[in-house]
């Protein structure tokens, strides 16, 4: 049974920073792309950032470029989300996603995304 066990998730200020880790077990992990995705009260998830299986290829959505980092290890089936001067905009539920082996390419459509983690909240004040 695949598992996926998110944690980092609090209440910050504005202009901290928080990581995310998610950890992942049950599957094969080093062949899959993982990405981090997000869901704030009345809005739909959307996408937040990706890394390919190796993690040398990554996306972010716009709002969080040169604000947060994805990385993985894959010794250690885990995916982080570095969140450097959080927003009020950035608070949300947050999820870790993972494409099913072989699925090798990070995509920003929650669609492809097989196997999902429980969320973390993320809260930024003002």
């Known amino acids: 049974q695949v598992q996926m066990e998110e944690s980092g998730g609090g209440l910050v200020q504005l202009g901290s920073s928080l990581r995310l880790s998610c950890v992942v077990s049950?599957?094969?992990?080093?062949?899959?792309?993982m990405g981090w995705f997000r869901q704030a009260p009345g809005k739909e998830r959307e996408f937040v950032a990706a890394?390919?299986?190796?993690?040398?290829?990554?996306q972010y959505r716009d709002s969080v470029k040169g604000r947060f980092t994805i990385s993985r290890d894959n010794n250690n089936n885990t995916v982080l989300l570095q969140m450097n001067n959080l927003k009020p905009e950035d608070t949300a539920v947050y999820f870790c996603?993972?494409?099913?082996?072989?699925?090798?390419?990070?995509?920003?459509?929650?669609?492809?995304?097989?196997?999902w983690g429980q969320g973390t909240q993320v809260t930024v004040s003002s």
């Open positions: 890394t390919n299986f190796n993690g040398a290829s990554a």
């Open positions: 049950g599957r094969t992990f080093s062949t899959s792309a």
């Open positions: 996603a993972g494409r099913r082996p072989l699925r090798m390419n990070w995509s920003v459509d929650s669609r492809d995304y097989d196997y």
